[in-house]
């Protein structure tokens, strides 16, 4: 299969959980030359991320400076809490579900029994609603592949002018872990 919105991993297709989230949201009319674009600052710029965080160094194309610097201010205020940075870009499989994820970071500070996910955004909003079940998807993903984290996680809504980031912080309760099974049974039937 061929479609971006699967992932072939040792000669099985993995859906990814972008897809499956993208099944749950309201349909809207895009202009796909702007859409394509987001997307290619969006990637441009997490690819500035993990090279940041790595100690290596990307030339970035335009619009995503100003996503770097905001990235640059939150990665300030973290560092002056003596946080590491344990894992970026990772991308885990789950087996048993066919399902499969990237998150961005993992972050851990002196006294937190576990690291946290993080994951950075360029997008226009804030989305309350379905951050909270993607960072319940990275959260199973992590657990699956018996990676110990929080059940807090972060996003981070990079400024789209440089300024300071949005954070928002969810804990993965059980009732977001019941709705993303849910979102996964009802994506999987509509599959077959």
């Avoid at 030339?59 to 996503?67: A, Q």
């Avoid at 990237?102 to 851990?108: E, I």
């Avoid at 951050?131 to 998807?137: E, I, K, S, V």
């Avoid at 699956?144 to 789209?160: A, G, H, P």
Wanted: proline share 2%; glycine share 6%; aromatic share 14%.
């Amino acid at each position: 299969m061929t479609d971006s919105n699967y992932i072939n991993h040792e000669g099985r297709d993995f859906v990814r959980i972008s897809h499956v989230l993208s099944m749950f949201k309201e349909k809207i009319d895009v202009d796909y030359k702007i859409w394509d674009n987001k997307t290619r600052i969006g990637t441009d710029v997490h690819k500035a991320i993990e090279c940041d965080l790595i100690g290596d160094f990307h030339v970035m194309g335009d619009g995503g400076l100003n996503y770097f610097e905001s990235y640059k201010r939150w990665k300030a205020a973290l560092d002056k809490k003596w946080s590491k940075y344990e894992s970026t870009e990772t991308r885990l499989f789950d087996n048993d579900l066919g399902i499969t994820g990237a998150f961005d970071l993992l972050v851990s500070s002196p006294g937190e029994d576990y690291p946290w996910l993080v994951d950075f955004k360029t997008c226009y909003a804030v989305d309350d609603k379905f951050w909270p079940l993607q960072g319940c998807f990275y959260y199973q993903l992590c657990i699956k592949n018996n990676i110990k984290v929080s059940r807090e996680v972060s996003f981070v809504k990079l400024d789209r002018k440089g300024g300071n980031p949005i954070i928002k912080n969810y804990v993965i309760t059980e009732e977001i872990e019941d709705i993303v099974n849910s979102m996964l049974d009802i994506f999987f039937y509509l599959q077959k």
